[in-house]
């Protein structure tokens, strides 16, 4: 399976995260695509106000849905 994160300000990534979602699709295999608006190139953990800073919930929500993490007691 494959989580695809990306900004749409991305001039780097936007559309080729686009482009390995549609070929993921195509080969039948799993795949979760997220694409913000704003962000830009590299926002890793740097909170900036904006949508994107709550990535790494959607990531964990992805991996709870696969049973790849173990529920918090």
Same mark, same amino acid.
């Given at each position: ?6 900004? %749409?300000?991305? %001039?780097?990534f ?11 699709? #195509?080969?039948?295999?799993? *795949? #979760? ?18 949508? *994107?800073?709550?990535w790494? #919930? ?6 709870? %849905? ?8």
């Open positions: 399976p494959m989580f695809i994160l990306c900004a %749409s300000d991305d %001039s780097l936007a559309m080729r995260s686009i482009d390995l979602y549609a070929h993921w699709r #195509e080969a039948k295999r799993k *795949v #979760e695509l997220h694409l913000y608006n704003e962000g830009g190139h590299g926002f890793g953990m740097n909170r900036r106000g904006l949508p *994107v800073d709550r790494i #919930e959607r990531f964990g929500e992805w991996l709870g %849905s696969l049973g790849l993490l173990k529920p918090s007691p």
